[in-house]
């Protein structure tokens, strides 16, 4: 198991997997913005280095990440970055703060929710791709309790959960949390764990994501997350450019070589 050095994060890679654990247990793994620039970093650590097929993102202590740190908020309410006010291109977009570049990425994301999760927090709920969390995993949005219109978040939700539950949701804020079940049961995450072994089934699940084809995950990925906004004749169209870019691959070629010769693929990635 290897991986770079980090302050509020922990970063390591075993096999083709790349564990993000969110490292501030004394602050619920609050997002300051130290934190925020480390997890960009290891994000793009992660989707540049070829032996990493899949993320997880994971946290320690009673949260997995109570969203913006509030105690490093300014008094204008304006999103903290580390860099100069509007210096970059992502200021002059809708804040992401933890938000794994969902948009952008090829490879696939686990997150394993271990606890306390609102806010931004929830930004891994309805981004990952694969979502599941511990019997002990709470959620809720505390936006509207202190005074903060919850924006990017919960159009996000409302995306994942009927309107109505969303929108008691955001509106309830801090005085009203999810269960891990409940969340279950509307299918916000697909699996709820008994909390000592989440980890080891998010390790499970990654190894047999990783053991299909990694080009024909990251391609199926894709045709999923780019037309979830076409209408379906077009979704149809585009999806097919993704699988007529796969077939050409070498590993294309290994899987129905494999099967007919009785044995486990050998995927190159390639």
């Not at 009673?62 to 992502?90: K, N, Q, W």
């Not at 931004?120 to 509207?144: E, K, M, N, R, Y």
């Amino acid at each position: 198991m290897s991986g770079r050095s980090y302050d509020d994060i922990r970063y390591e890679v075993d096999g083709h997997t790349a564990t993000i654990t969110l490292d501030r247990p004394q602050a619920l793994n609050a997002l300051s913005p130290h934190m925020i620039a480390e997890l960009r970093s290891a994000y793009q650590e992660a989707e540049n280095d070829d032996e990493v097929w899949l993320l997880i993102v994971t946290g320690t202590g009673r949260g997995f990440c109570t969203g913006a740190d509030v105690t490093e908020i300014p008094e204008d309410g304006r999103v903290i970055y580390e860099r100069p006010y509007l210096s970059t291109y992502d200021q002059w977009e809708a804040p992401q703060e933890g938000t794994p570049p969902f948009r952008t990425m090829a490879k696939p994301v686990l997150a394993a929710i271990n606890g306390l999760c609102c806010g931004a927090g929830l930004d891994w709920v309805t981004t990952g791709d694969i979502v599941i969390a511990s019997d002990q995993a709470t959620f809720f949005d505390p936006h509207v309790s202190i005074g903060l219109v919850a924006g990017r978040e919960m159009v996000r939700l409302a995306r994942v959960l009927p309107r109505n539950i969303a929108l008691r949701t955001a509106l309830m804020g801090k005085h009203e949390r999810m269960s891990a079940q409940r969340a279950y049961e509307l299918g916000m995450i697909s699996e709820v764990v008994e909390h000592d072994q989440l980890l080891e089934r998010a390790h499970e699940i990654a190894d047999i994501v990783n053991s299909n084809a990694p080009l024909a995950v990251r391609g199926t990925r894709l045709a999923i997350h780019k037309t979830l906004d076409l209408p379906l004749h077009e979704a149809e169209i585009l999806a097919e450019t993704f699988r007529e870019r796969v077939v050409r691959t070498e590993d294309a070629a290994e899987g129905p070589k494999a099967f007919t010769e009785k044995r486990k693929p050998n995927w190159q990635c390639r």
